[in-house]
């Protein structure tokens, strides 16, 4: 059974850094996509970034594009968000999602939720002004 845990949400201030952590395990497949998804309130859910375990693809949103960087470590079977320069707007429940069996990402279609067929439980990140 493939498992997805998510860790290193809290509490930031406006301007501040966190690093989200995702440890896979179970998994089969060893080169599949991986994405990071937030839920704010009253939101939907939206991509945030994503990675390719296989290679070196990396996606962005528009909001995460310059701030935010995605990368992996095979070894651990880990993936990473590290956020800059946080805002307010960047408060929510954030997810990661895998898309095993399914391949590499692909640019028009990585922050579809439909595409991922493992998700998390979320950690809560809080940026306060």
């Known amino acids: 059974q493939v498992q997805l845990v998510e860790s290193g949400g809290g509490s930031v201030e406006a301007g501040g850094s966190l690093r989200l952590s995702c440890v896979v395990s179970g998994a089969w497949d060893t080169s599949y996509c991986m994405a990071w998804f937030r839920q704010s309130p009253g939101k939907a859910r939206e991509g945030v970034a994503a990675?390719?375990?296989?290679?070196?693809?990396?996606f962005y949103s528009d909001s995460a594009n310059g701030r935010f960087t995605i990368s992996r470590d095979s070894a651990k079977n880990a993936v990473y968000l590290e956020m800059n320069n946080v805002k307010p707007d960047d408060t929510g429940m954030y997810y990661c999602?895998?898309?095993?069996?399914?391949?590499?990402?692909?640019?028009?279609?990585?922050?579809?939720?439909?595409?991922?067929?493992?998700w998390g439980q979320g950690t809560q990140v809080t940026v306060s002004s």
């Open positions: 999602a895998a898309r095993i069996g399914r391949g590499m990402c692909y640019r028009g279609g990585w922050y579809g939720l439909h595409e991922y067929n493992i």
């Open positions: 990675i390719f375990t296989g290679g070196y693809d990396k």
